[in-house]
Nanobody, 121 residues
Framework: QVQLVESGGGSVQAGGSLTLSCAVS??????MGWFRQAPGKAREFGAI????????YYTDSVKGRFTIFRDNAKYTVYLQMHSLKPEDTAVYYC????????????????WGQGTQVTVSS
């Protein structure tokens, strides 16, 4: 049974930092992504990393502030977030694909339950 379990969300002030974790079990995947959904908005792509290489890609709004990386030994993917802004407030989801994936939700077959990030001004 595939499980993606996010953790690390919380409340921070603008300018602060958080690191989200996504523990993966039950299968192996080629691509891992982080998405987010702000209140009243559609879920949007944030970042992606290949499981077997270091290639990473970010949406423009987080580029330079967020870093996606993985720990192969722990089979965990992380999203390190710095210089957080109120507009980063959202539920953050990790997602997994057994194939090379992109920025679309339909590229991913498995999703975590989400973790809330709240950034206050």
């Amino acid at each position: 049974q595939v499980q993606l379990v996010e953790s690390g969300g919380g409340s921070v002030q603008a300018g602060g930092s958080l690191t989200l974790s996504c523990a993966v079990s039950g299968s192996t995947f080629m691509s891992m992504g982080w998405f987010r959904q702000a209140p009243g908005k559609a879920r949007e792509f944030g970042a992606i990393i290949g499981w077997n290489d270091d290639s990473a890609y970010y949406t423009d709004s987080v580029k330079g502030r967020f870093t996606i990386f993985r720990d192969n030994a722990k089979y965990t993917v992380y999203l390190q977030m710095h210089s957080l802004k109120p507009e980063d407030t959202a539920v953050y989801y990790c997602a997994a694909s057994p194939a090379r994936a992109g920025i679309r939700e339909r590229d991913y077959d498995y999703w975590g339950q989400g973790t809330q990030v709240t950034v206050s001004s």
